[in-house]
């Protein structure tokens, strides 16, 4: 061993010996609401295992409010659906009328009172996860979040800042990608699987009164990553759009659909939806095959039937429906459907289209045929 290798491991032995023991215990614990990162007058301290912060500022930045009575020094958290009772150097907790004990008791240092953590943000409803080193504390408001399952995993999204993230087998929480939005309105989300094993997203901000708006995103994942992803705003008139058509995943603007190779995860075809339906507008897609597809303009809810080759385009009321409900179509102005025909797709089958009308009109058990030989076909 030469002299500098004999240097170096002394240097190593000493500074092994003179670093104290606790160095590493004295490592600061960091909390993260939400992603963001908490700031505290006192900071949090780890204590046999247990993680302690003041009271009053983590209960009140999970939404609720902490009371402090100094003659029975107790605090008392007012919650919708708790009231939560603690006492100072007690292990006894009170939820409710349920007697709680914890392994760590409320204590006050500083002058703050210090609450374990994980007691306080799961008995307010929220998901608390402890990462060793570095000593993180991630605490995510449940109510903050949409969620869905599919298999293993669970899509948890947040609803304020876009953070998506993936829960797999109830590990830990990881992020996987952000999306552009905000939900103002009451939100939605789905997770499907797709042809080839991939997962489509489906999140829905239905808003305004009475619930006319509805912002669709649409999030394709592979591998856990988000490979495309549209949006697009529905004013009154609300269609579900197709996810899947064969091997491709259906995704839409609203102005243009786009087919997704489910195994590549590239836009393989690209339909202007606008130049199909001959209007400016945001289009449903109701029904696709390789010749025909059947879209609906927002504003005006009338479904044409689409021939992908010709461009021909054909207004399915006027060939289903009764000179009287096709007056109706062309002129109805009832509240909260607008103009607009209630014509809803059932299956193709053998060449032929099924529809069922669910006009408020005449509304019956009637099934509506269209064969598509009726098209030209070139």
């Known amino acids: 061993m030469n002299k500098h290798c004999l240097a170096a491991l002394a240097v190593i032995i000493l500074l092994t010996v003179l670093l104290p023991a606790g160095a590493l215990a004295d490592q600061p614990v960091k909390v993260l609401l939400d992603g963001e990162s908490m700031n505290f007058d006192v900071p949090p301290v780890l204590e046999q295992g247990r993680v302690l912060v003041p009271l009053r500022p983590m209960v009140e930045a999970l939404g609720k409010e902490a009371a402090w009575d100094p003659l029975k020094r107790m605090v008392t958290i007012i919650d919708t659906n708790n009231t939560v009772k603690l006492f100072v150097d007690s ?117 305004g009164e009475p619930g006319y708006n509805n912002i669709v995103y649409a999030v394709y994942l592979s591998d856990n990553k988000i490979a495309q992803r549209t949006m697009v705003h529905y004013y009154i ?85 009764s000179e009287l409900e096709q007056k109706d179509v062309e002129t109805n102005e009832v509240p909260y459907y607008g103009d607009g025909d209630h014509l809803k797709f059932i299956e193709a089958k053998n060449n032929v289209l099924y529809f069922k009308n669910n006009s408020n009109l005449q509304r019956d058990d009637k099934i509506y045929q269209y064969p598509l030989t009726n098209t030209s076909q070139q």
Not at 282 to 295: A, K, P, S
């Open 91 to 207: 292990p006894i907790v009170y939820k409710g009328d349920r007697e709680v004990k914890l392994d760590m008791p409320v204590t006050i240092k500083n002058g703050r009172t210090l609450a374990p953590i994980r007691f306080i943000s799961e008995v307010l409803e929220a998901r608390v996860e402890w990462q060793k080193e570095p000593k993180l504390v991630s605490i995510y408001r449940e109510h903050n979040y949409l969620k869905s399952a599919l298999n293993d995993c669970e899509y948890w999204l947040n609803t304020k800042s876009g953070d998506l993230y993936l829960l797999k087998n109830t590990a830990m929480l990881q992020k996987i990608g952000q999306l552009q939005l905000s939900i103002i309105g009451m939100g939605y989300m789905s997770a499907e699987q797709t042809p080839k094993g991939n997962v489509l997203l489906t999140v829905t901000d239905n808003f």
């Open 237 to 321: 008139w609300f269609k579900q759009n197709i996810k899947f058509y064969r091997e491709y995943v259906v995704m839409t603007d609203g102005k243009k659909a786009y087919l997704v190779n489910d195994d590549t995860n590239e836009i393989e075809k690209t339909f202007d939806l606008v130049a199909l339906g001959g209007q400016d507008d945001d289009y449903f897609i109701e029904w696709m095959e390789e010749d025909y597809v059947l879209i609906r303009p927002n504003q005006t809810g009338i479904l044409m039937l689409i021939n992908l080759k010709t461009k021909e385009k054909v207004l399915l009321y006027k060939e289903l429906l």
